[in-house]
């Protein structure tokens, strides 16, 4: 079975542009979450989606935003980019059902922010 | 806000010996814990989950949490070269059973086994 891919894998914009990522979760997992790794703050959760609802909401601004498409595969937008989104930004999907306790990440995309 | 703190190393252990990995949390609601392994440059993976005082063991990884203390930790025995990486610390407010796709984070810390 496939992983969880993502795509671009590196990106590099100037600030004020506005990005888009893809995240395409495991086949049949359903609830796809996005993280912000940064060496200062470490691994941070940004969005959880499920079943194309938003379940749930990290502390970041308003300029990211995400969403879900019927076949579980998901965006997430930064818009007006700020050096400080630098990061890479990880997806992970989750299984569906009883006794599922564990996310599967994908390998990242590597955002710069010039 | 919940915080999640840990020792951010690097911890340094010699090759065999016994590596130990704390985690304390704020979240007297966690009902869940895990340990992710970052190796450098890929994504993190679950290596243990407990949702239970006491101690879990899996293979060379024991997990030991304590709810009242609210701490956790992770030990490595016979520590191999191959276990040099961040272990993130992660609770979950979410009960066995449900999606734990909002995580909390800790900052890690940084392993190395020496040969």
């Known amino acids: 079975k496939a992983g969880v891919t993502q795509t671009p894998r590196y990106l590099i914009k100037t600030r004020g542009q506005q990005v888009t990522l893809s995240c395409s979760p495991i086949s049949g997992h359903r609830s796809v979450s996005w993280y912000q790794q940064t060496p200062g703050q470490g691994l941070q959760f940004l969005f959880e989606y499920f079943s194309e609802t938003q379940r749930n909401k990290g502390n970041f601004p308003g300029r990211f935003s995400g969403r879900q498409f019927s076949n579980s595969r998901s965006e997430m937008n930064v818009s007006t980019l700020e050096l400080g989104d630098s990061a890479l930004y990880l997806c992970?999907?989750?299984?569906?059902?009883?006794?599922?306790?564990?996310?599967?990440f994908g390998p990242g995309t590597r955002l710069t922010v010039l | 806000q919940k915080e999640v703190e840990q020792n951010s190393g690097p911890l340094s252990v010699p090759e065999g010996a016994i590596a130990s990995l704390n985690c304390t949390y704020s979240?007297?609601?966690?009902?869940?814990f895990f340990w992710y392994r970052q190796y450098s440059g890929k994504s993190p993976e679950l290596i243990m989950s407990?949702?239970?005082?006491g101690d879990k063991e899996d293979g060379r990884f024991t997990a030991q949490l304590n709810k009242a203390s609210q701490y956790v930790s992770l030990l490595i025995r016979d520590s191999q070269p191959s276990d040099s990486a961040t272990y993130l610390c992660?609770?979950?407010?979410?009960?066995?059973?449900?999606?734990?796709?909002?995580?909390?984070f800790g900052k890690g810390t940084k392993l190395s086994v020496k040969p």
């Open positions: 979240d007297r609601g966690s009902q869940s």
């Open positions: 992970a999907s989750s299984p569906p059902g009883q006794g599922t306790d564990t996310q599967y």
């Open positions: 407990i949702y239970s005082n």
């Open positions: 992660a609770p979950g407010e979410r009960n066995y059973g449900g999606s734990q796709g909002n995580l909390i």
